[in-house]
């Protein structure tokens, strides 16, 4: 209370310039991107929606009606105590006409006795083994040569989708001939496991059905998740599937927009998968995440960037520099002003960094009120009970997902450390490493022209 009544009387004694140059870092950065932009965003997307109701129950009886097959593609190592559920869930979806194609990419577990067991009973459609471990890239790769849909669903093995998903992501590829992806809406399942699992789900509501929407609500999505994500098969082709990883549903992403197509996001087509339980295991899986934006962002993809390229799109632009500008250069100010008011507010720091906490937390609940709109009464009982997890975002998101996003841009930066990660086979990542060198040798001396 004391503290509380500290920091009143702290706030009190600012005039409101004063108020705005102490925490300038919420109010010009994070209130004007999660509060105001998305709140417009917001707007936008019930508007859209609206516009589209009719459209879209007329785009549901075409796609019934025409009834193309899709093949739903799932790649994976050692996923085979997932797969019986993955399959039967399949069968409950509304959209029937379905392939499922399982490739296992090296396990050494008994995935290939449980997937050769569902084939013969009809729950899987083809089953591929890869003796040697090529990479998530690889087996999608090798996947899509044998599938025979329209429309290619791309689903990790432990996740679960809504009857109704796979439905409510097709429909869009009868909306627009254009679009070339759709995202589904990826949920934690195993929010129950541990404050860091329920923590996760609050983030994901926040930075996957609010934020990836309202992407989408702009134009400017630039991710499709590889959890679940749907296809149309001719533009996977065309940019020859999947490349290597970490970063690849965002690569693949960003490459379709290159050639023109439209990506949008689906918050109704929703899936659950687990997340780590362990803080320890969190920060690595994001470690390795978070290196895409520069790996692929401000390396592979920044001729986006460039407004002199003849074919450069203003959305593509956009796109790019939304993720550069918040989550990169933005991301360096925050430790500026951080180690701004160390130094030269020490004796203010502890009133300071209270204030800064309440200011997130009303961010926080402003953002997951803006989830609720969207989601409806799709959400669960039990994310609405964590919801009370809120006090903890501001915590969560400063002291441990800053700090190893910084470490994981910092480090790919300096040491490029994604072509060295188990994630992939040394063999896949020193070839993708190698081409790379090549590539840029061959632009040095004029070999490569765009």
């Known amino acids: 209370m004391e503290l509380l009544?500290?920091?009143?009387?702290?706030?009190?004694?600012?005039?409101?310039?004063?108020?705005?140059?102490?925490?300038?870092?919420?109010?010009?950065?994070?209130?004007?991107?999660?509060?105001?932009?998305n709140g417009i965003g917001?707007?936008?997307?019930?508007?859209?929606?609206?516009?589209?109701?009719?459209?879209?129950?007329?785009?549901?009886q075409q796609l019934f009606m025409e009834s193309p097959l899709v093949s739903v593609l799932v790649p994976g190592k050692n996923e085979g105590k997932n797969l019986y559920k993955l399959a039967r869930s399949l069968k409950k979806q509304s959209y029937k006409n379905l392939e499922l194609i399982v490739v296992d990419d090296g396990s050494n577990d008994d995935t290939p006795t449980i997937?050769?067991?569902?084939?013969?009973?009809?729950?899987?459609?083809?089953?591929?083994r890869n003796e040697q471990r090529g990479g998530k890239a690889s087996a999608a790769n090798l996947a899509l040569r044998f599938c025979k849909g329209k429309f290619v669903v791309h689903l990790d093995a432990d996740t679960l989708a809504r009857n109704d998903a796979l439905e409510k992501m097709l429909i869009h590829f009868y909306l627009d001939d254009n679009i070339a992806a759709v995202g589904g809406d990826v949920r934690v399942n195993n929010l129950q496991a541990s404050v860091c699992a329920s923590l996760q789900s609050l983030e994901y509501i926040k930075t996957i059905t609010t934020a990836r929407t309202i992407a989408s609500a702009f134009g400017i999505l630039r991710i499709i998740s590889g959890a679940f994500g749907a296809f149309r098969t001719d533009a996977l082709n065309r940019v020859k599937g999947w490349d290597v990883g970490p970063g690849l549903d965002g690569d693949i992403t960003i490459r379709f927009r290159k050639l023109g197509y439209k990506v949008v996001h689906e918050p109704n087509a929703i899936c659950y998968t687990n997340v780590p339980v362990k803080f320890t295991k969190l920060a690595k899986q994001r470690f390795r995440w978070d290196r895409s934006l520069v790996r692929f962002r401000l390396r592979r993809h920044r001729d986006l960037l460039n407004i002199f390229n003849r074919n450069f799109s203003f959305l593509n632009f956009i796109t790019i520099m939304e993720n550069v500008v918040f989550n990169f250069a933005m991301n360096i100010k925050w430790w500026v002003y951080f180690f701004y008011i160390v130094v030269f507010h020490t004796d203010s720091l502890h009133i300071i960094l209270l204030v800064n906490y309440v200011l997130y937390l009303i961010s926080n609940v402003l953002q997951y009120i803006y989830a609720l709109l969207i989601?409806?009464?799709?959400?669960?009982?039990?994310?609405?009970?964590?919801?009370?997890?809120?006090?903890l975002m501001p915590l969560y998101s400063t002291f441990l997902m800053r700090p190893v996003r910084t470490y994981a841009h910092m480090m790919e930066l300096i040491h490029k450390v994604s072509y060295f990660d188990a994630w992939n086979p040394w063999k896949v990542s020193q070839k993708q490493l190698y081409s790379k060198k090549n590539t840029q040798k061959n632009m040095i001396f004029g070999q490569k022209r765009d």
């Open 5 to 37: 009544n500290d920091a009143l009387n702290f706030i009190s004694r600012l005039s409101l310039f004063e108020i705005i140059v102490t925490f300038w870092y919420f109010f010009f950065v994070d209130s004007l991107r999660y509060i105001v932009i």
């Open 42 to 60: 917001l707007i936008k997307y019930f508007i859209d929606s609206y516009r589209l109701k009719d459209r879209k129950v007329l785009a549901r």
């Open 115 to 128: 997937a050769r067991h569902l084939l013969k009973r009809g729950l899987i459609t083809n089953f591929f």
């Open 375 to 391: 989601l409806g009464d799709t959400i669960k009982k039990e994310e609405l009970q964590i919801s009370l997890l809120l006090v």
